[in-house]
């Protein structure tokens, strides 16, 4: 498949847009009575006649069906799990922890100067993916509109690692192991169309340190995404 080929075969051509960008965008269109900001749902139940949501501000509402649309850490599905389990429904696949394959490092820079970065000056978004040469890494880099730069490392491991292994350790998760994790990339080469060649880490030097994070890429479809009157939707099924 070509690039120029997506717009005829899914109808719209690919935006790359920042998060806070989109969040801004979607809450300008949702009427504000409509969205609780900074509450958290806690507890679900369901009977026969309805579903409950306890939340944290001590709220409980009720209702019809629950959806749930609360991303891959999902409270309503761990709920629903729980209820499966004790009803000795629940399919060994979906009772066993969200794995984890690959260590990913995720940055967007500050507003760059485009001589230091001539691609940005180009209109659309200039994509690029690298793949180590006998290295367990590829890493991405892509122009945003505001002449910023966001870039996306990820890190393959030997073997496949899930938050329950005796051997995980949440030290390898803060902003230290960032830190780490930026060292050990620093020299990766990436393309800018500048004539000094540039690498990983002069990216890494124009990010800010609260826009760099190392996430962990869990990766798991689960098998059951609907019971009685609760359904999930998203990264959550
Ligand atoms: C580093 C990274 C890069 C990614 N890049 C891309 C990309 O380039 N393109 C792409 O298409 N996808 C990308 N994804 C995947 C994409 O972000 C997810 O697939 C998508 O956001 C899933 O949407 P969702 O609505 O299921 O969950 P989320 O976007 O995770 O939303 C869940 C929401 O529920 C809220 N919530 C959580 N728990 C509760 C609770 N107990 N009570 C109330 N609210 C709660 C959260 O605050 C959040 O707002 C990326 C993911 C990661 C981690």
Same mark, same amino acid.
């Given at each position: ?5 997506? $717009?005829?075969?899914?109808? @719209? /051509? ?5 998060? $806070? ?11 504000? =009575?409509?969205? &609780?900001?900074?509450?958290? !749902? ?11 949501? &306890? ?9 019809? !069906?629950?959806? *749930? ?5 999902? !409270? ?20 066993? $922890? %969200? ?13 760059? #100067? ?8 180009? /209109? ?26 966001? @870039?996306?490392?990820?890190? @393959? ?6 938050? &329950? ?6 030290? /390898? ?16 080469? !990436?393309?800018? *169309?500048?004539?000094? $060649? ?11 340190? #609260? ?5 962990? %890429?869990? =990766? ?5 995404? @609907?019971?009685?009157?609760?359904? %999930?939707?998203?990264?959550? /099924?």
């Amino acid at each position: 498949m070509k690039f120029g080929d997506v $717009p005829e075969l899914f109808g @719209y /051509e690919n935006y790359i847009i920042a998060r $806070p960008v989109l969040y801004n965008f979607l809450h300008s269109k949702v009427p504000k =009575e409509r969205i &609780h900001m900074g509450v958290k !749902i806690t507890e679900t139940s369901q009977n026969d006649n309805g579903v409950k949501i &306890h939340c944290s501000n001590g709220a409980v509402c009720e209702g019809d !069906i629950l959806v *749930g649309a609360d991303g891959a850490y999902s !409270i309503v599905r761990q709920n629903m799990y729980n209820q499966l389990k004790a009803e000795k429904k629940l399919s060994p696949t979906d009772a066993k $922890p %969200l794995p984890y394959s690959t260590e990913c490092l995720v940055g967007q820079t500050r507003v760059l #100067d485009l001589g230091d970065f001539p691609r940005l000056n180009q /209109e659309d978004c200039q994509f690029r993916n690298i793949v180590g040469d006998n290295k367990p890494y590829s890493w991405m880099t892509f122009t945003m509109k505001d002449n910023t730069l966001c @870039y996306v490392i990820v890190k @393959y491991l030997d073997q496949e690692k899930s938050k &329950h292994d005796g051997s995980f350790n949440n030290s /390898e998760w803060g902003s230290k192991a960032a830190k780490a994790f930026c060292k050990e990339v620093q020299d990766f080469p !990436i393309v800018s *169309g500048s004539k000094k $060649p540039l690498t990983l880490g002069d990216l890494i030097a124009w990010t800010d340190k #609260d826009k760099i994070s190392k996430v962990m %890429l869990e =990766e798991k479809v689960f098998e059951t995404w @609907y019971h009685g009157r609760i359904v %999930l939707l998203g990264d959550g /099924e």
